[in-house]
């Protein structure tokens, strides 16, 4: 057991001097004005409420409504069901059962609408923001506004 420590040390030591040399924040350290020049942009978290005024970036096209329905059976299908059987397995267990979405009533709802549904969750529907990229969740909006 003493051994495994002692490895273990061993591994760690020369990894802390390498991190107290670089370029992050110390502690104690005033806020950083402006990032250094060799940091990586990354895009902001997104920001999403109910109510927001959002525009589709995916066009629908057919492949973005194939890419929605792979999703659909993927994450959705267990609950909501298929034109065919809804609910799905998992859906049967709840009751009320969730909502029919292949009946074409969603065509009604406009597409912020349905990618806050899907994002922010609603009732006993988890939310899908973590879960599914914003690309995976615009083509599941196409998907659910067309027949397909
Ligand atoms: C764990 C089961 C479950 C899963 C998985 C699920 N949903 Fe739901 N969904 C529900 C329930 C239940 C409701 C109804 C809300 C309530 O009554 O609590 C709902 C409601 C909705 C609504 C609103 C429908 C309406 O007529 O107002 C949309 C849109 C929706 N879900 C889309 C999706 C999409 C897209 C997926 C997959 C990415 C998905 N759901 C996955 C259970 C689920």
Redesign the pocket.
């Known amino acids: 057991m003493r051994v495994h420590w002692f490895l273990l040390l061993l591994l760690l030591v020369p990894g802390c001097d390498d991190m107290h040399d670089q370029v992050s924040l110390q502690p104690q350290e005033a806020p950083r004005l402006s990032s250094p020049a060799q940091a990586v942009p990354i895009s902001g978290k997104e920001r999403l409420a109910f109510g927001q005024q959002l525009a589709n970036p995916q066009p629908n096209s057919r492949e973005s409504r194939q890419r929605g329905a792979s999703l ?1 059976a993927i ?2 299908e ?3 069901g298929n034109k065919d059987a809804h609910p799905g397995p ?2 049967k267990e ?1 009751n009320p059962p ?2 029919q ?1 292949r009946d074409s ?2 065509a009604a709802y406009d597409v912020a609408t ?1 990618y806050q ?2 994002s922010l969750g ?5 939310p ?1 923001q973590q879960r ?1 990229t914003q690309t995976e969740r615009w083509h ?1 909006v196409n998907y ?1 506004r067309s027949n397909d």
């Open positions: 659909y994450n959705c267990l609950c909501h998992v859906g709840l969730p909502p979405l009533h969603l349905l549904l899907m609603v009732g006993r529907m988890p899908f599914l599941l659910l």
